[in-house]
């Protein structure tokens, strides 16, 4: 393969700068998108956070009440999924005027492949320069760039200088670019590889790239072959414009280990909630949920269950990860990571994704009335196909019925029938793995 360049664009603080978009009163401010803790929503965890709010410590995954300890001033907004999915959707259009190949990552990043667009756009730095120009231009927001021979490198050097960031690591540069970085920066490399890496004394990116790859192989396993290219900047994986997803997920490790299973029960609901937001918005449902804990000592241990349709809504989810905590035998150890995933996606149906939570049991054959619920979690019976979007005035009715107070929090319901609500539907296939090492 020949020099290539490839750039990635990763937005910054995405969420948090679309609200100081849209609000400018915010601009400036310690903005944290997630639940408020102060109105008794301490559950919930941060999606993101503007980049004033990070110099407190508040980071993405932390949980609401955390970040409200580090950061009383700032001031916590609830997601607007919609609107983040519209400029996500602007983003990826504005980059695919610069390359046919533009691989999204996630709802904010993307490659694109721009070898050979020197005649057009002129060398790196200047095709940097307007690819976040006309991002700005056409949204309103900073993104960062990183530009570089491969993929992962590109990655590492669009977070180098974030916000606002612009680097460009020459063709043949990869390795001393990576160098002195700390292993922790490797994509790929998570916090606990890190940690094993420091514990062999490997802190910087040149100690892994200078030792030989069967070391780390019998080091660390099959990851150790991996993580030497990575840091030898060895990475021929093309840009992918037609990447599906196979799987997502979503965990939480406690900062000290946890054996209060209310505040256990409140972190997987910030977690489902959170999953079902990314699902509705990548329009994905899955057939296949899993569970994972990491108790006390590292072991861990995950549970996965096979429905018979596919789902994304917050309800089923939280309904399995609750059933699945209550039912786990810590053997009284205390909780260190708790976690939720889905795979096995159904191929898109075409079936229209509203904003609302699709209801596991749509598939059964009861009509007539059925259970509205909202997402806050009050039910009323209503009329309706079950499954079906709650109509409006179902909602409005509910709203008036629930009194003034849950005003605003109302946002999506969705009928379903009566008699099966909290019930885990009919199971397909169930299984367990226990592993006593780290995954
Ligand atoms: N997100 C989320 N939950 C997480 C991580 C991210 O909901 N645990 C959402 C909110 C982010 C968006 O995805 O705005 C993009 O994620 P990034 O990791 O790119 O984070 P940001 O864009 O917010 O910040 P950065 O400037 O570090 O890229
Ligand atoms: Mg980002």
Same mark, same amino acid.
């Given at each position: 393969?020949?020099?290539?360049?490839?750039?990635?664009? *990763?937005?910054?603080?995405?969420?948090?700068?679309?609200?100081?978009?849209?609000?400018?009163?915010?601009?400036?401010?310690?903005?944290?998108?997630?639940?408020?803790?102060?109105?008794?929503?301490?559950?919930?965890?941060?999606?993101?956070?503007?980049?004033?709010?990070?110099?407190?410590?508040?980071?993405?995954?932390?949980?609401?009440? @955390?970040?409200?300890?580090?950061?009383?001033?700032?001031?916590?907004?609830?997601?607007?999924?919609?609107?983040?999915?519209?400029?996500?959707?602007?983003? $990826?259009?504005?980059?695919?005027?610069?390359?046919?190949?533009?691989?999204?990552?996630?709802?904010?990043?993307?490659?694109? *492949?721009?070898?050979?667009?020197?005649?057009?756009?002129?060398?790196?730095?200047?095709?940097? /320069? /307007?690819?976040?120009?006309?991002?700005?231009?056409?949204?309103?927001?900073?993104?960062?760039?990183?530009?570089?021979?491969?993929?992962?490198?590109? /990655?590492?050097?669009?977070?180098?200088?974030?916000?606002?960031?612009?680097?460009?690591?020459?063709?043949?540069?990869?390795?001393?670019?990576?160098?002195?970085?700390?292993?922790?920066?490797?994509?790929?490399? #998570?916090?606990?590889?890190?940690?094993?890496?420091?514990?062999?004394?490997?802190?910087?990116?040149?100690?892994?790239?200078?030792?030989?790859?069967?070391?780390?192989?019998?080091?660390?396993?099959?990851?150790?072959?991996?993580?030497?290219?990575?840091?030898?900047?060895?990475?021929?994986?093309?840009?992918?414009?037609?990447? @599906?997803?196979?799987?997502?997920?979503?965990?939480?490790?406690?900062?000290?280990?946890? *054996? %209060?299973?209310?505040?256990?029960?409140?972190?997987?609901?910030?977690?489902?909630?959170?999953?079902?937001?990314? $699902?509705?918005?990548?329009?994905?449902?899955?057939?296949?949920?899993?569970?994972?804990?990491?108790?006390?000592?590292?072991?861990?241990?995950?549970?996965?269950?096979?429905?018979?349709?596919?789902?994304?809504?917050?309800?089923?989810?939280?309904?399995?990860?609750?059933?699945?905590?209550?039912?786990?035998?810590?053997? #009284?150890?205390?909780?260190?990571?708790?976690?939720?995933?889905?795979?096995?996606?159904?191929? *898109?149906?075409?079936?229209?994704? $509203? %904003?609302?939570?699709?209801?596991?049991?749509?598939?059964?054959?009861?009509?007539?009335?059925?259970?509205?619920?909202?997402?806050?979690?009050?039910?009323?019976?209503?009329?309706? @196909?079950?499954?079906?979007?709650?109509?409006?005035?179902?909602?409005?009715?509910?709203?008036?019925?629930?009194?003034?107070?849950?005003?605003?929090?109302?946002?999506?319901?969705?009928?379903?029938?009566?008699?099966?609500?909290?019930?885990?539907?009919?199971?397909?296939?169930?299984?367990?793995?226990?592993?006593?090492?780290?995954?």
């Amino acid at each position: 393969m020949g020099i290539r360049t490839i750039v990635h664009v *990763d937005m910054d603080a995405f969420y948090a700068s679309i609200e100081q978009l849209d609000a400018p009163e915010l601009r400036g401010k310690p903005v944290i998108v997630g639940a408020d803790p102060k109105s008794g929503n301490g559950r919930g965890v941060v999606s993101t956070c503007s980049y004033e709010a990070r110099k407190f410590g508040v980071r993405s995954a932390m949980p609401v009440s @955390q970040a409200y300890r580090l950061c009383p001033e700032g001031i916590f907004v609830p997601g607007r999924h919609k609107r983040y999915s519209e400029l996500s959707g602007i983003v $990826m259009e504005t980059l695919s005027e610069f390359s046919p190949l533009v691989e999204g990552v996630s709802i904010d990043e993307a490659f694109l *492949d721009c070898t050979g667009t020197e005649g057009l756009f002129g060398p790196a730095i200047q095709l940097g /320069k /307007k690819i976040k120009a006309r991002v700005r231009e056409r949204t309103g927001l900073t993104a960062s760039a990183g530009i570089a021979g491969c993929k992962s490198v590109a /990655k590492i050097a669009s977070d180098y200088n974030k916000p606002d960031g612009l680097t460009v690591v020459p063709p043949g540069g990869e390795k001393d670019f990576l160098a002195p970085l700390p292993v922790e920066r490797l994509w790929g490399v #998570g916090p606990k590889t890190a940690a094993r890496l420091k514990q062999l004394g490997y802190n910087f990116v040149r100690d892994v790239a200078k030792t030989p790859k069967e070391d780390l192989e019998r080091l660390l396993g099959r990851w150790g072959a991996h993580i030497y290219e990575l840091a030898n900047a060895i990475d021929p994986r093309p840009v992918a414009p037609g990447w @599906q997803r196979k799987s997502i997920s979503e965990e939480t490790t406690f900062e000290s280990d946890t *054996d %209060d299973l209310k505040f256990l029960r409140d972190v997987l609901t910030g977690i489902c909630e959170s999953l079902s937001q990314k $699902m509705l918005r990548e329009n994905l449902k899955g057939r296949t949920l899993q569970f994972k804990i990491r108790l006390t000592g590292f072991e861990t241990f995950t549970r996965s269950h096979t429905l018979p349709s596919p789902v994304f809504d917050m309800h089923t989810l939280r309904e399995f990860a609750w059933d699945q905590l209550e039912r786990f035998d810590r053997k #009284g150890k205390a909780v260190r990571l708790i976690g939720v995933g889905v795979t096995e996606f159904a191929e *898109d149906d075409a079936e229209p994704q $509203m %904003d609302l939570f699709a209801s596991v049991e749509s598939n059964q054959k009861s009509k007539g009335k059925g259970v509205v619920e909202t997402s806050e979690g009050q039910t009323r019976e209503e009329k309706g @196909q079950p499954g079906n979007a709650a109509p409006n005035e179902a909602v409005d009715r509910l709203i008036f019925a629930m009194g003034e107070k849950f005003k605003g929090k109302v946002k999506r319901a969705v009928i379903r029938p009566r008699g099966t609500d909290g019930r885990m539907p009919r199971l397909l296939r169930q299984s367990e793995h226990d592993d006593q090492k780290e995954t």
